[in-house]
């Protein structure tokens, strides 16, 4: 059975940095292509980061410049490095895994979602 759970959200002000990670178990995840999405109050899912083939990496244009995704395939995990944190990234942030490898930013193409963290910005 495919798990994504996600850790290391929290509440920083506007400027600081925060580091996600997302453990994946039972699947292939080597093969997968991996992303980040979120979804603040009141709005639609949103593309954050994706990760594929262990180094292509791919941004949404509003953290483009402020975050990196990264991976670790012999450990099966997916970090998102934050960095400039404004009051407009505070939403909830998803892991995703996608079983095939492609550019995807459609999140119902992603077949396996963590349970998400919260991420909240203070002015």
Known sequence: ?????????GLVQAGDSL???CAASGGT???YTMAWFRRAPGKEREFVAMFRRGYLT???DSVKGRFTISGD????????QMNSLQP????????????FDEQQRDPQRYDYWGQGTQVTVST
Do not use: I, P, W
């Not at 059975?1 to 959200?9: A, H, K, T």
């Not at 395939?73 to 998102?80: D, I, K």
């Not at 407009?88 to 079983?99: G, H, I, K, L, P």
């Open 88 to 99: 407009e990234d505070t939403a909830v942030y998803y892991c995703a895994a996608n079983r």
């Open 1 to 9: 059975q495919v798990r994504l759970v996600e850790s290391g959200g």
């Open 58 to 60: 791919y941004y949404g």
């Open 19 to 21: 580091r996600l990670s």
């Open 29 to 31: 995840f080597s093969a």
């Open 73 to 80: 395939t012999a450990r099966n995990t997916v970090h998102l």
